[in-house]
């Protein structure tokens, strides 16, 4: 029998459990509609801000063979226009989450009593760590504003929600963050967003590789794989059943995917992969995952999800 790799977020079901990180590729019409066409479980949007913005001046991404760097400053279409679009996208029969990355509390608000009026948006995920906007921190980062956001936003929404989280690297921030994650109502959250502020180096020119804020970036790829990793395990440990937790950070083959459920996640999202390959690294994954699934015996990702051994002392 054909492995199963669906899965359910919230009340939100996917065919496949591997889609898009918000970030590459689904900023424009096209770019959303060629995630749509192709073997994405689901599709979701670049973060959003209430209005369009250019982002920062180029370069401002860079890949090598172990990752990236970006500090793209959300450049995005604007809210109308992924509220506009998102009929367009029914046609693929597949969940559209829309990312929303306000520059501001009263902003995020303002969009998500907009998305209120939209039928076709299965699910928001309220990006609070963005890394990139100069002179904005990283919400997530801050526990006593995170929990003042999520008091307000709470209010507000109506359907599958979640927030998309920064990496953590103290076990003491992970109990501090699930501790607030438990008291509201999420759906889900998505970890990791790309490690903040890092530096890659062209050894040649004896530089940094992209311009805005002097070279310092997201860093996404294989760089970030272990942490992410990490951070799937830790709060699949800390929170309640009810928040799905979806795995995001150097996801290249089927193998990366199978890594994360086994630490615990629901679901994956691809973006350095997926702005290397083209929409048709999703196909190709998805076929890695359930040939590897078949090789273990398994028969859908329920079996194994959160399995992960610990290694005996000697
Ligand atoms: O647009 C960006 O610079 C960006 C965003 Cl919003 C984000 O959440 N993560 C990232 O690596 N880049």
Known sequence: MKPNISTTIGTVELRSCIYNASGPLCATKEELNNIGKSKAGAIISKSS?????????????????LGSINSMGLPNMGLDFYLNTSEELIQYEKPFFLSIAGLSLEENKKMLSKVVDNEFVSGVELNLSCPNVLGKPQTAYDFERTKFVLDDVCKIKDRCFGVKLPPYFDLIHFEQMAEILNQYPLDFITCINSIGNGIIVDIEKEEVVIHPKGGFGGIGGDYIKPTALANVRKF?????NEISVIGCGGIKNGSDVFEHILCGASAVQVG??????????????????????????YLDINTYKGKLGVVNSM
């Open 236 to 240: 699949r440990q800390l929170l309640k």
């Open 272 to 297: 350095t992969q997926l702005m290397r390959e083209g929409v048709s690294c999703f196909e190709r994954i998805e076929n890695e995952l359930i040939e590897l699934m078949k090789l273990k015996d």
């Open 49 to 65: 801000t209430e209005q369009y913005r250019e982002g920062n001046p180029k370069p401002r991404y860079f890949e090598n063979e």
